[in-house]
C-alpha cells in the first residue's frame, strides 16, 4: 500500500496545521512546507502549503466512513499531473470558487476512478473503430468484447458523479472551516488592530495639543516675533530674546503687544554695544586705524570717509598718510591714490613685513596712519595667516572689522570668527541702504558681543556715514513694530 498524503493551503503554517488537526487529530505528520500564489479579493497572495502524510490507522477509519477505496490513492506528485484531463475546466472552476484551495483524499481517489473509466471508454471507442475497420486482432478488440461498452460509459458517468461530489463537500468543508476558525481568527486580529490604532491616534493628538498647549505664544510675544521674522532675524536670535523676556517680564507683558513691544526695545537697546567715536590723541606716536574684511564689504571708500572726516577738520589739523597692503586687488592703489591726492597725504604701498616695519618708522611723527588692507575670503585660512603676520607688526593700531550688512547670518557669523583669530575691536557696518531686512546684521552683533563703531549707507564721500548709535535700529527694527503697535491701538 502506497503512502497517502494531502496539501492544505492556508494564510499561516499555524492556520495550515489547525485545518490538518481538526481532520486528523494528532494522527498526522507534515512532510513537505512550501509557499504558493493565491488570488484573493485584493489580488494575488502569498500563502503557505504543507503536505501531510495521515497514520495509517487513523486514515482508514476515515475512508470507511465515507466508503472509498484506499487502492489506488495519489501522492502529491501524481495529483499535480491531473490537470491535463477533460475535466479541467471544473477544476479551475472549483479553485477560484473559494479560498485558500482544500485537495481532499476522496477527491484524489474520485479522480483516479474517473480517469480509468474515461481510460475504458477510449479504449472500448478505439476498439469499435477497430471492429469497422475490420482489424479483428487489436487489443481494443478484446477489451471491447469482455466488457460492453454501455457499461464503460455508464463507469465514466459513475466517476464524473463522484468527482463532482466529492468536490462539493470537500468545498463545503473548507467553507466550513474558513467561516469558523480562520475568518473569525482574522476578524479577531483585525479588531485587536483597529484598537491599536485607536488607541495610538487618541494619544497622538493628546500630545500634539499638550504641546501646542506648552509652545504656544502668547499674543505679544505673537505679534513681536512676525515682526521680527520679516526683517530677517535669524530664528535662533528671536529664541534667545523671547528667553530672557520670559525671564525677566509676567505673563500678562508678554500678553499686550504693546507692553512686549516696550520689553524687546529695551532688552535689544541694552544688548547691543556701540562703541564711542575714535579721537585722535596727541601722543609721542601715532595713532594707527586698521581696516579688515572680506572681499567686496567697501573698505577702502570707508578709509575715505574716515580720512576726509580727520584730515578736513580745519580747527584741529593733523598730519597724516595711508599705509596699502592690498597688493593683490587690481586698481586698489589707484582708488586710494586718487583719495590721497585730495586730502593731500603720502600714500606708501607696503609688499613685505620688512617695508611695513620701514614705513612706520618713517612716519612716527604723524598723528594719524590709516592702513588699507587686501580683502580675504574668511574661508582662505592661509591668506588670513599672513594678514595676521602683519597686522601684528603695528603698534597702537585700533583694528576695525568691516562687512557688508547684505550678507547671510551664516555668512556673517564665519566672517566673525575667521578675523577673529587675527583680532579687531569694533565693527563697521556698511551697504544699510541695500537691504531692508536688518535682521542678520543685528544677529551677528548680539552674537558677536563686539561693539559697533560706524554705519555707512552710500557711495558719496565724505556724506555717507554716521557715527554708530542706537537710532539707528529704531527706524530699521522698530519703525515697523510701533507702526503695529499704533494700528492695534487704533482698532
Given at each position: 500500500?502506497?503512502?497517502?498524503?494531502?496539501?492544505?493551503?492556508?494564510?499561516?503554517?499555524?492556520?495550515?496545521?489547525?485545518?490538518?488537526?481538526?481532520?486528523?487529530?494528532?494522527?498526522?505528520?507534515?512532510?513537505?512546507?512550501?509557499?504558493?500564489?493565491?488570488?484573493?479579493?485584493?489580488?494575488?497572495?502569498?500563502?503557505?502549503?504543507?503536505?501531510?502524510?495521515?497514520?495509517?490507522?487513523?486514515?482508514?477509519?476515515?475512508m470507511n466512513q465515507n466508503n472509498y477505496s484506499l487502492q489506488n490513492h495519489s501522492t502529491p506528485n501524481q495529483l499535480d499531473s491531473l490537470s491535463h484531463y477533460s475535466d479541467n475546466n471544473s477544476l479551475k472552476e472549483t479553485q477560484s470558487s473559494y479560498e485558500p484551495r482544500q485537495v481532499s483524499v476522496p477527491i484524489n481517489v474520485a479522480k483516479n476512478n474517473y480517469r480509468k473509466a474515461q481510460s475504458k471508454l477510449r479504449m472500448s471507442i478505439d476498439g469499435i473503430h477497430d471492429i469497422q475497420e475490420e482489424n479483428v486482432e487489436t487489443k481494443s478488440e478484446k477489451i471491447t468484447n469482455n466488457k460492453d461498452y454501455s457499461e464503460l460509459r455508464d463507469d465514466l458517468l459513475e466517476s464524473i458523479n463522484e468527482l463532482r461530489n466529492g468536490r462539493k463537500k470537500d468545498r463545503t468543508i473548507?467553507?466550513?472551516?474558513?467561516?469558523?476558525?480562520?475568518?473569525?481568527?482574522?476578524?479577531?486580529?483585525?479588531?485587536?488592530?483597529?484598537?491599536?490604532?485607536?488607541?495610538?491616534?487618541?494619544?497622538?493628538?493628546?500630545?500634539?495639543?499638550?504641546?501646542?498647549?506648552?509652545?504656544?505664544?502668547?499674543?505679544?510675544?505673537?505679534?513681536?516675533?512676525?515682526?521680527?521674522?520679516?526683517?530677517?532675524?535669524?530664528?535662533?536670535?528671536?529664541?534667545?530674546?523671547?528667553?530672557?523676556?520670559?525671564?525677566?517680564?509676567?505673563?500678562?507683558?508678554?500678553?499686550?503687544?504693546?507692553?512686549?513691544?516696550?520689553?524687546?526695545?529695551?532688552?535689544?537697546?541694552?544688548?547691543?554695544?556701540?562703541?564711542?567715536?575714535?579721537?585722535?590723541?596727541?601722543?609721542?606716536?601715532?595713532?594707527?586705524?586698521?581696516?579688515?574684511?572680506?572681499?567686496?564689504?567697501?573698505?577702502?571708500?570707508?578709509?575715505?570717509?574716515?580720512?576726509?572726516?580727520?584730515?578736513?577738520?580745519?580747527?584741529?589739523?593733523?598730519?597724516?598718510?595711508?599705509?596699502?597692503?592690498?597688493?593683490?586687488?587690481?586698481?586698489?592703489?589707484?582708488?586710494?591714490?586718487?583719495?590721497?591726492?585730495?586730502?593731500?597725504?603720502?600714500?606708501?604701498?607696503?609688499?613685505?613685513?620688512?617695508?611695513?616695519?620701514?614705513?612706520?618708522?618713517?612716519?612716527?611723527?604723524?598723528?594719524?596712519?590709516?592702513?588699507?588692507?587686501?580683502?580675504?575670503?574668511?574661508?582662505?585660512?592661509?591668506?588670513?595667516?599672513?594678514?595676521?603676520?602683519?597686522?601684528?607688526?603695528?603698534?597702537?593700531?585700533?583694528?576695525?572689522?568691516?562687512?557688508?550688512?547684505?550678507?547671510?547670518?551664516?555668512?556673517?557669523?564665519?566672517?566673525?570668527?575667521?578675523?577673529?583669530?587675527?583680532?579687531?575691536?569694533?565693527?563697521?557696518?556698511?551697504?544699510?541702504?541695500?537691504?531692508?531686512?536688518?535682521?542678520?546684521?543685528?544677529?551677528?552683533?548680539?552674537?558677536?558681543?563686539?561693539?559697533?563703531?560706524?554705519?555707512?549707507?552710500?557711495?558719496?564721500?565724505?556724506?555717507?556715514?554716521?557715527?554708530?548709535?542706537?537710532?539707528?535700529?529704531?527706524?530699521?527694527?522698530?519703525?515697523?513694530?510701533?507702526?503695529?503697535?499704533?494700528?492695534?491701538?487704533?482698532?
Amino acid at each position: 500500500m502506497t503512502d497517502l498524503y494531502e496539501t492544505i493551503v492556508a494564510e499561516t503554517p499555524f492556520e495550515a496545521n489547525i485545518i490538518a488537526e481538526e481532520r486528523y487529530g494528532k494522527n498526522y505528520e507534515v512532510v513537505k512546507t512550501d509557499t504558493v500564489k493565491e488570488k484573493t479579493f485584493w489580488g494575488y497572495k502569498e500563502m503557505v502549503r504543507i503536505t501531510v502524510r495521515p497514520f495509517i490507522n487513523h486514515f482508514n477509519s476515515h475512508m470507511n466512513q465515507n466508503n472509498y477505496s484506499l487502492q489506488n490513492h495519489s501522492t502529491p506528485n501524481q495529483l499535480d499531473s491531473l490537470s491535463h484531463y477533460s475535466d479541467n475546466n471544473s477544476l479551475k472552476e472549483t479553485q477560484s470558487s473559494y479560498e485558500p484551495r482544500q485537495v481532499s483524499v476522496p477527491i484524489n481517489v474520485a479522480k483516479n476512478n474517473y480517469r480509468k473509466a474515461q481510460s475504458k471508454l477510449r479504449m472500448s471507442i478505439d476498439g469499435i473503430h477497430d471492429i469497422q475497420e475490420e482489424n479483428v486482432e487489436t487489443k481494443s478488440e478484446k477489451i471491447t468484447n469482455n466488457k460492453d461498452y454501455s457499461e464503460l460509459r455508464d463507469d465514466l458517468l459513475e466517476s464524473i458523479n463522484e468527482l463532482r461530489n466529492g468536490r462539493k463537500k470537500d468545498r463545503t468543508i473548507a467553507g466550513e472551516i474558513k467561516n469558523n476558525s480562520i475568518t473569525s481568527r482574522k476578524l479577531e486580529e483585525l479588531q485587536e488592530k483597529i484598537e491599536l490604532l485607536t488607541a495610538t491616534v487618541s494619544k497622538m493628538a493628546q500630545n500634539s495639543n499638550n504641546f501646542l498647549k506648552e509652545n504656544q505664544l502668547p499674543q505679544g510675544l505673537y505679534d513681536v516675533e512676525k515682526e521680527l521674522q520679516d526683517i530677517e532675524t535669524p530664528q535662533e536670535i528671536i529664541k534667545e530674546l523671547f528667553r530672557d523676556l520670559r525671564l525677566n517680564c509676567d505673563k500678562e507683558t508678554l500678553c499686550k503687544s504693546k507692553d512686549t513691544y516696550n520689553a524687546i526695545h529695551s532688552l535689544i537697546k541694552n544688548k547691543l554695544s556701540i562703541s564711542s567715536e575714535f579721537e585722535i590723541k596727541k601722543s609721542s606716536a601715532p595713532q594707527v586705524i586698521v581696516l579688515m574684511g572680506p572681499t567686496g564689504v567697501g573698505k577702502t571708500t570707508t578709509i575715505a570717509k574716515l580720512a576726509a572726516k580727520f584730515c578736513f577738520n580745519t580747527e584741529k589739523p593733523i598730519k597724516a598718510c595711508f599705509l596699502n597692503i592690498d597688493f593683490y586687488k587690481l586698481g586698489a592703489k589707484d582708488q586710494l591714490q586718487k583719495y590721497a591726492d585730495i586730502f593731500q597725504i603720502p600714500l606708501e604701498d607696503i609688499s613685505s613685513i620688512a617695508s611695513l616695519d620701514y614705513f612706520l618708522n618713517k612716519h612716527k611723527d604723524d598723528d594719524l596712519i590709516i592702513v588699507d588692507t587686501a580683502g580675504r575670503s574668511q574661508y582662505a585660512h592661509e591668506d588670513l595667516e599672513e594678514l595676521k603676520a602683519y597686522v601684528s607688526r603695528i603698534p597702537n593700531a585700533t583694528k576695525y572689522l568691516t562687512v557688508s550688512s547684505t550678507s547671510k547670518y551664516s555668512d556673517l557669523k564665519e566672517i566673525v570668527a575667521s578675523f577673529g583669530r587675527i583680532g579687531f575691536d569694533h565693527i563697521i557696518l556698511t551697504k544699510t541702504d541695500e537691504t531692508k531686512t536688518i535682521g542678520p546684521a543685528v544677529g551677528m552683533l548680539l552674537k558677536s558681543n563686539k561693539s559697533l563703531a560706524y554705519i555707512t549707507h552710500g557711495q558719496a564721500v565724505p556724506e555717507d556715514y554716521r557715527i554708530a548709535d542706537f537710532d539707528f535700529f529704531e527706524e530699521k527694527i522698530f519703525h515697523s513694530l510701533q507702526n503695529f503697535n499704533n494700528h492695534r491701538q487704533v482698532l
